[in-house]
């Protein structure tokens, strides 16, 4: 069974990211025009900010020229963060995606936007929004009613107090 470079570059990468408190998230080698780009997107529970991403990139930089990964031809290495509209695959993912907005393809097709309440094992708790002016229901996704997830860009998102009132009035309505 043979590996691809990009299943390498991760054996070789993941330790030095893992070490740096930053999970790996993707790997790519792409090639643009006549220069090849490496593509490496890192996270943590807590975002990755300017200062991680630097040390991280350096780090990587001299291990790829300390082991020759990428070999002699010459690459363009890029590190940066999952982005705004980021697809959850990972259980990580969803507990990151904790308070945000989400649009779910579900396994039967259907498409429901809502926002994550809370991640365990089994599945996410979510608030469905209101339409015409009704109150928001609570729904609860198993991961396997789960096609796709993808966070939304929200430009008057909820802050966290907001959602820590919805998951105390859920709860009030649970108990009912």
């Known amino acids: ?17 893992t070490s740096q408190g930053l999970d790996l998230e993707e790997i790519a080698v792409d090639s643009v025009g006549r220069k090849r780009v490496l593509r490496v997107v890192v ?66 097709g259907d498409e429901l936007v809502a926002r994550i309440l809370r991640v365990d094992d089994e599945g996410v708790d979510v608030e469905v929004p209101g339409v015409k002016g009704r109150k928001p229901t609570a729904r609860r996704l198993a991961f396997p009613e789960v096609a796709r997830a993808r966070v939304q860009v929200e430009f008057n998102r909820k802050d966290s107090t907001d959602s820590k009132n919805t998951e105390k009035d859920m709860k009030e309505e649970e108990e009912a």
């Open 43 to 108: 996270d943590s529970d807590t975002g990755a900010d300017l200062d991680a991403i630097a040390d991280v990139s350096r780090a990587l930089s001299a291990k790829l020229d300390e082991t020759n990964a990428m070999g002699e031809d010459a690459y363009d290495l890029e590190v940066g963060t999952p982005g705004a509209e980021r697809l959850l695959t990972e259980h990580r993912h969803f507990v990151r995606a904790t308070g945000r907005l989400v649009r779910f393809r579900l396994a039967e």
């Open 1 to 17: 069974m043979s590996t691809t470079q990009s299943e390498r570059l991760r054996e070789l990468l993941e330790p030095l990211v």
